[in-house]
């Protein structure tokens, strides 16, 4: 990485393929459309390639197009998609990606959108691996190969070819080097070899996988970079969706913690890739923060709550709470027991206390919710305490009301505004 963090020798351009069906998850959702950590699986692909710059970046799109074309364009409106009509396979796809970028040379990185492990330090060595070769292809030992396309070495421990788990043969199932969908392309070699391709196989597919034997077989050298177990998990059905979830998960943890984070107990933390949290925030068990939530510093959560696009400010205290959508103050307290929704709003140092339920509702300084209430379509100044069992009767059935109520105002014990 160079000074600015940028990677140096950005590829050509990036194809990651995201076109097919996805049967195996027995979903009607695109595959690389199913959520871990908060994000689809193709988020966490391109957010680990974003730091290589390339000029373009093109994702192959085919099964659920429309779903996985108007989720890009919210969230990644800059890159290009390319149609692949019928899934055809890998190779295939690649070629109706080549044929979309036209003229380019060069290294091209070519990955699955099903990885969701992959590091930007795993697609940068495979692109480094290619200096001076035709493809370089990113692979990992793994105890349990099942599934994968097999490395075949020739006797020089030289790649040879990948045979995929399908049409492997006994000895050839036994090794334990796969393939992780990653590789770096020479474009030009890239593109007189994929005119090579043949369907001769168990699924009927052009499989991206042969282009390597082919080079080989033209005399072009060819090379593997390896990575962990862990990074190269593909996902291609629930089980390893889940699977990549716990990793990601506890990678997430990990880097808060380094960051100044306290967390009793990690293992039972879940936290988004789309959370923001400051140092010194404090977690006790049980907690789950997700969407756009923002916790800032001197901020105890726990244990038992589950924060959603939820902000909460300095020094404030959330315990055993559901919030969905709500902002808590600096010094705030919260819980046990509290369920704010959408629209809640406390200030700082107030207070809403145990089996209280807020909603659209405005909290001002220091005012106090204790107990056992229901705040809907309120306004609250400051300094105002609302006793026990306290109902916000905000809807007569047809329409909603609000209610206003002043600073430094006491309401009494089972009272109905
Ligand atoms: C593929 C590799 C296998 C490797 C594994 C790593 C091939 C033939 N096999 O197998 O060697 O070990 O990934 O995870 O490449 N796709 C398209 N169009 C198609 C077919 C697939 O865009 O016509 C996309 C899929 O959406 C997916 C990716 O290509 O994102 C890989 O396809 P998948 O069916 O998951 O291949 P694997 O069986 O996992
Ligand atoms: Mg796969």
């Not at 027995?26 to 595959?31: F, I, R």
């Not at 005399?219 to 996902?235: K, P, R």
């Not at 339920?357 to 305490?385: C, F, Q, R």
């Amino acid at each position: 990485m160079n000074k600015t963090g940028a990677h140096s020798n950005p590829p050509a351009a990036i194809i990651v393929l995201a076109a097919g069906a996805g049967t195996r998850m027995k979903s009607t959702k695109p595959k690389v459309l199913h959520q871990v950590a908060g994000m689809a699986l193709l988020d966490h692909v391109l957010a680990a390639l974003a730091p290589l710059e390339s000029a373009k970046t093109l994702v192959v799109v085919g099964h659920g197009k429309e779903w996985v074309t108007e989720h890009l364009k919210q969230k990644h409106p800059k890159l290009e998609t390319a149609v692949q009509g019928e899934q055809l396979g890998t190779g295939h796809a690649v070629k109706v990606a080549l044929d979309a970028l036209g003229k380019v040379s060069g290294p091209v990185l070519i990955l699955a959108g099903d990885t969701p492990l992959l590091t930007t330090d795993d697609m940068q060595n495979t692109i480094l691996g290619l200096s001076g070769n035709a493809a370089t292809v990113l692979t990992a030992h793994l105890a349990n190969p099942t599934g994968y396309g097999r490395i075949v070495r020739d006797s020089n421990r030289g790649l040879d070819k990948i045979v995929e788990h399908k049409d492997a043969t006994a000895e050839q199932l036994a090794i334990t080097e796969v393939n992780s969908g990653v590789y770096a392309f020479d474009a030009d070699l890239l593109r007189t070899a994929l005119e090579n391709l043949a369907t001769d196989n168990s699924q009927g597919e052009q499989y991206l996988t042969d282009v390597l034997g082919i080079l080989r077989s033209q005399g072009q050298s060819v090379t593997a970079v390896v990575t962990t177990e862990e990074n190269i998990l593909g996902v291609n059905d629930l089980r390893q969706l889940a699977a990549a979830g716990a990793v990601l998960r506890s990678r997430i943890c990990d880097e808060w913690m380094l960051a100044g984070v306290t967390m009793v107990d990690p293992t039972t933390v879940w936290i988004d890739r789309t959370v923001e949290l400051d140092a010194e925030v404090t977690i006790l068990p049980n907690v789950t923060i997700s969407g756009a939530s923002k916790i800032r510093n001197g901020a105890n959560i726990g244990p038992d709550c589950s924060l959603h696009d939820t902000v909460v400010d300095h020094c404030a205290t959330v315990i055993r709470t559901t919030s969905i959508g709500a902002i808590i103050g600096e010094g705030a307290n919260v819980g046990p027991y509290t369920y704010l929704r959408p629209g809640t709003v406390l200030g700082a140092g107030a207070k809403a206390g145990g089996f209280v339920e807020m909603k659209n509702a405005n909290l001002g300084p220091n005012s106090k919710v204790p107990h056992l209430s229901y705040v809907g379509d309120a306004t609250i100044g400051e300094g105002t305490n609302i006793g026990a069992a306290t109902v916000f009767v905000n809807y007569d059935g047809q329409e909603k009301h609000h209610t206003q109520v002043g600073s430094y105002v006491r309401i009494g014990s089972d009272t109905m505004l």
